[in-house]
């Protein structure tokens, strides 16, 4: 178990600037989430972290320790990869033994350990299978417990679910975020997936075009995102923005939450109805201003769902409404 | 999902295989046929009778000296060549695939050697190591030691060896590379966190990962150094010096065309063929299994 930290760190590839500076302390024992859309450079910062990309500049510490230029087996992480990354030709027990046997942990203690974390994981009737034998999250779960048994100080995860069909990835979310509290390990964990992030993350760093546009507890940063970026990425469907000037305002655009929307008969801005997608539990409303910005409410379903082509008034709260200016940055309210 | 063609009468599919079903009766069955045939007689010095031996040519083959000698050879050679230019491929290819820049160039140029024919790789060989003109022939002098494969067997070995594995290293080194590449680079990094460094990931990942690609060109190249090494013996040692790199397939032709042994010869032949054989049976058996993990 170790403290993480970065500290204005870079990367470039060639001439291409990839990380522009990222800072962060992440405490003993914290769960971060690195969200981003592909391409932000999300991967790269895990990699750096796990010591398979150089640094170009800044610090990577972990412990306390400045880890730059240490081998990526020395710094006590263990990683979890996207494709799992199992070595195809050995056996369960195998894959998961192989860190141990390569430390020279003596054999009785490698079995406890790997059954420990068999049993931890529900894979004590395939130790003896090959990994392809196994279905997607079975080997997902023997990727995971390569990392537990080797007992490292800081768990990295790099899009673990995404090769997993939605209804097992929600399993397996529930069963990362359970093991992770049981051992109280550090963990950084990369997604492009705002679900994950808001649901796993102790904190999350939002990253956008190798910038952390923000960094903080999911439900603060999903009700003050520092740019219109964060606000537009973080949360599902993303926030509504419209043109301060639609409403009479001066500069920059404002974002709404869906559910911060109502509609009405008459409202601050009058809207057609196009399609509505009623969920079950609520619907979204889909309009279309006169100026052709697109509009989506989430209304709860027992709210009468409006006619397609209908006129309805655009209705929110002032305090609801996030304004940015022209560069993105949030502006304070007032 | 498999596509099945049908054909409902029977000359439309015989006209179909017929021109592959003409070239292996021409250039294989018939000359197969005559070799099997003509190992039981012998023929007498004007070519004018035969005279049947049964498998007289058999025994008297394998009571010779010289014959159980080659397959020594022929065995000692196989295996040097196999491992040279396996080795030194593999070698090349881990090297290879580290790199980055000019990678593409690299590849290519190591491409090369195998669009040389073997005989023309011997007379290369055999310039740079000719013991009166050779290159390295003058430089192995200037260092004190007097190379002449045309006494020394071991030389001549070594130099037969040699000439054979050059050619063949760029198609096992691309084999290899392709192999190399064909394994996920996460797999690698996965060895590297669990502290794994390269001499014991390549032992433990890289080497059983790589092996259906090592098996395959193990008997390729088996094959490879049995039968169409003849170009590079031939122009370099002749089989000599004292049949030292007479190899078998090498000894079917001294004994046939220069001896004019025909009836040894063609044992020799139908020898040779049992060990393709043999050799195809096993690379049908495993290699078409691809998998070996």
């Known amino acids: ?334 | 999902m498999e596509k099945r063609v049908t054909f409902k009468g029977l000359w439309l599919p015989l006209l179909l295989i017929a021109p592959q079903i003409v070239i292996t009766a021409v250039f294989f069955f018939y000359p197969a046929g005559q070799a099997i045939w003509q190992s039981l007689f012998i023929p007498d010095p004007f070519g004018l009778s035969m005279q049947w031996v049964g498998l007289g040519n058999f025994e008297y083959l394998f009571s010779d000296r010289f014959y159980r000698a080659s397959f020594v050879t022929t065995a000692i050679f196989s295996i040097l060549v196999t491992l040279v230019s396996m080795g030194v491929a593999l070698y090349l290819a881990v090297l290879a695939d580290r790199l980055i820049k000019g990678s593409g160039a690299y590849r290519t140029l190591l491409i090369w050697p195998y669009a040389v024919a073997p005989a023309v790789a011997g007379v290369l060989w055999l310039f740079m190591f000719n013991t009166r003109v050779g290159v390295v022939t003058w430089y192995l002098g200037l260092l004190g030691y007097d190379w002449n494969h045309v006494l020394n067997e071991g030389e001549a070995m070594g130099l037969v060896v040699v000439a054979s594995a050059w050619g063949r290293i760029s198609y096992n080194f691309l084999f290899f590379l392709a192999g190399l590449q064909a394994i996920p680079k996460s797999v690698i990094e996965a060895a590297a966190i669990d502290g794994a460094r390269f001499w014991t990931r390549f032992r433990t990942i890289v080497w059983p990962l790589l092996s259906p690609t090592t098996f395959f060109l193990l008997v390729v190249n088996i094959i490879y150094a049995f039968f169409e090494t003849f170009g590079v013996i031939h122009t370099i040692t002749s089989g000599g010096p004292q049949q030292a790199t007479t190899i078998l397939v090498y000894k079917v032709y001294a004994d046939g065309f220069v001896g004019q042994d025909l009836g040894s010869s063609a044992a020799q032949s139908v020898v040779l063929l049992v060990i393709v054989s043999l050799l195809t049976v096993v690379q049908f058996k495993y290699i078409e299994r691809r998998v070996h993990y």
């Open chain 1, 1 to 334: 178990m170790a403290t993480v930290a970065l500290q204005s760190l870079r990367k470039s590839f060639g001439k291409t600037d990839v990380i522009h500076g990222i800072d962060i302390d992440i405490a003993d024992g914290e769960f971060i989430v690195i969200v981003g859309p592909s391409g932000c450079g999300k991967s790269t910062l895990l990699r750096m972290v796990a010591g398979l990309e150089t640094v170009s500049s800044g610090e990577v510490q972990i412990g306390g320790r400045r880890v730059n230029d240490v081998e990526p087996m020395d710094r006590d992480i263990a990683m979890v990869f996207q494709n799992y990354a199992l070595y195809p030709h050995m056996s369960v027990f195998d894959n998961m033994a192989y860190g141990l046997k390569i430390a020279k942990v003596p054999k009785p203690e490698i079995a406890e350990r790997v059954e420990t974390a068999a049993k931890l994981l529900q894979l004590e009737p395939y130790l003896q299978r090959k990994p392809r034998e196994l279905s997607g999250g079975q080997r997902q779960r023997v990727a995971m417990g390569r990392a537990i048994v080797r007992k490292p100080a800081v768990f990295l995860f790099d899009e673990p679910l995404s090769n997993l069909d939605a209804k097992l990835r929600v399993q397996m979310r529930l069963e990362i975020k359970a093991l992770q509290r049981e051992l109280g390990v550090t963990a950084l964990y990369v997604t492009h997936d705002q679900v994950e992030a808001m649901t796993l993350a102790d904190r999350m760093i939002v990253m956008n075009g190798g910038v952390a546009d923000q960094i903080g507890a999911p439900l603060d940063v999903y009700a003050n995102p520092a740019t219109e970026f964060v606000a537009g990425f973080i949360g599902s469907p993303p926030t509504n923005f419209l043109d301060a000037a639609l409403v009479g305002e001066q500069g920059g655009r404002i974002g709404i939450r869906p559910e911060h929307i109502r509609l009405d008969a008459a409202g601050r801005l009058t809207a057609t109805v196009g399609y509505a997608e009623a969920l079950g539990a609520e619907t979204l409303v889909h309009l279309r201003t006169e100026d052709g910005t697109q509009i989506t409410v989430r209304q709860d379903a027992t709210l009468p769902i409006p006619g397609e082509g209908e006129s309805r008034g655009l209705v929110w709260e002032s305090a609801s409404a996030m304004r940015f200016d022209a560069e993105g940055r949030r502006v304070a309210a007032g």
